[in-house]
């Protein structure tokens, strides 16, 4: 026990000597053989103007370690930091370093940093300017969550992976180009961010809801590094137009959902695994000839013999459709939310409709075989009018 204390001291001696070379800011380590990662400060700043520079070596008990990383929360919830300077021997950002580090309106990244951790400027709320390195392969979920003074951001062509909610909320952030580099979008990456406007993407995989609720995002490119575009992808957007390129392998549910104004769907003629034949206005699976995902401008083909989950989800300004009698079934929530469409027959040779179809069409006449009259959680109670035949 006395063992125990006595190497704690020795510790604390050590740490308050290296705080008192650094003045009265404290910067805490914890050492990892010859490296030192950035644990901490005390006391947290509490005036209104404060810049700290971390050093690149550190000396604790006559021997130097270099500081690579800054740790976990390291610098957490210090508002009144307006300035930070990280030496280039830095090769990590922990988690939350400096979430909710409001005072900080602008920070260069040195070109030694391989990684932003998750939530590392997460609610940096006055950040409007980062600079980061060519040597950058990762930036973590929720990296710069609600950074809502953020304008603009190059992402350099080292950069490999797009966390989940890296730039959720981002509302400034009005242009970003994402390199090739980049095999991977994550989930709700760019989401909600309003002020984003076009975007041209080069990754092959674009993950659910990235660009959800991206309400002045008008354009969207797409070229052939594109392989899987998943759930609800553009959910939410200005989109007028869309083109699917041909190395397009996978398409999710609903990935124009609450696209209100989109006009114009085209899948690229070489793509061997969808098409918007007959000028449909709409994604169709080959193989199986189902329509997956469809806009308020849609013409549903006499070749298609399925309809495909929310395929027409919250497409608010969908009025009218017809449904060829080649169709035999309708996925769950395919119509959902279609709360302008006035019209609609389903045809008796439909023999499955899933649950939830017609919910929220409070304007619907919904025209519907006998035969579909029991079963239940079909939304029908939703409609303004259903006839069985």
Request: with cysteine; aromatic share 10%; proline share 3%.
């Given at each position: 026990m006395k063992k125990i204390n006595f190497i704690f001291l020795i510790t604390l001696v050590l740490t308050v000597m290296s705080c008192q070379q650094r003045g009265s800011k404290c910067l805490q380590y914890v050492f990892d053989g010859d490296n030192a990662i950035v644990s901490g400060i005390i006391p947290c700043p509490e005036d209104d103007s404060t810049n700290i520079v971390i050093p690149e070596m550190v000396k604790q008990d006559g021997r130097k370690y270099k500081v690579t990383k800054i740790g976990?929360?390291?610098?957490?919830?210090?508002?009144?930091?307006?300035?930070?300077?990280?030496?280039?021997?830095?090769?990590?950002?922990?988690?939350?370093?400096?979430?909710?580090?409001?005072?900080?309106?602008?920070?260069?990244?040195?070109?030694?940093?391989?990684?932003?951790?998750?939530?590392?400027?997460?609610?940096c709320s006055n950040l409007s300017s980062i600079t980061l390195p060519n040597s950058l392969t990762s930036i973590g979920e929720r990296a710069f969550l609600r950074c809502g003074s953020l304008s603009s951001i190059t992402l350099p062509n080292s950069l490999t992976n797009i966390?989940?909610?890296?730039?959720?909320?981002?509302?400034?952030?009005?242009?970003?180009?994402?390199?090739?580099?980049?095999?991977?979008?994550?989930?709700?990456?760019?989401?909600?961010?309003?002020?984003?406007?076009?975007?041209?993407?080069?990754?092959?995989?674009?993950?659910?809801?990235?660009?959800?609720?991206?309400?002045?995002?008008?354009?969207?490119?797409?070229?052939?590094?594109?392989?899987?575009?998943?759930?609800?992808?553009?959910?939410?957007?200005?989109?007028?137009?869309?083109?699917?390129?041909?190395?397009?392998?996978?398409?999710?549910?609903?990935?124009?959902?609450?696209?209100?104004?989109l006009e114009i769907i085209e899948v690229d003629k070489n793509n061997t695994k969808y098409d918007s034949r007959d000028n449909c206005n709409a994604i169709i699976e080959t193989a199986t000839n189902t329509l997956i995902n469809g806009c308020p401008k849609s013409t549903i083909p006499n070749t298609v013999t399925s309809i495909g989950r929310e395929a027409f989800q919250d497409c608010t300004n969908l009025s009218s459709i017809i449904i060829p009698n080649s169709v035999s079934s309708i996925g769950i929530c395919a119509f959902t939310g279609c709360t302008n469409l006035r019209s609609i027959t389903i045809p008796n040779t439909v023999t499955s409709i899933g649950i939830r179809v017609f919910e929220g069409c409070s304007n619907l006449t919904l025209k519907i075989p006998e035969k579909f009259r029991e079963q239940e959680y079909l939304g029908v109670n939703d409609c303004k009018n259903v006839i069985y035949y």
């Open positions: 976990k929360r390291a610098f957490g919830g210090c508002r009144y930091i307006t300035s930070i300077t990280i030496p280039s021997s830095v090769i990590s950002i922990d988690e939350s370093a400096f979430g909710g580090c409001t005072g900080l309106t602008s920070i260069t990244i040195p070109s030694s940093v391989i990684n932003i951790g998750y939530g590392a400027f997460c609610d966390g989940n909610e890296a730039f959720w909320e981002c509302t400034s952030l009005a242009s970003i180009i994402i390199p090739n580099s980049v095999k991977k979008i994550g989930g709700a990456a760019f989401f909600e961010c309003s002020s984003l406007t076009s975007v041209t993407l080069q990754s092959s995989v674009i993950g659910h809801d990235a660009f959800f609720h991206c309400s002045s995002l008008s354009s969207i490119t797409l070229t052939d590094d594109v392989n899987e575009i998943e759930s609800g992808a553009f959910s939410w957007c200005n989109l007028k137009s869309i083109k699917i390129p041909s190395s397009v392998s996978y398409i999710g549910n609903a990935i124009f959902g609450l696209c209100t104004d």
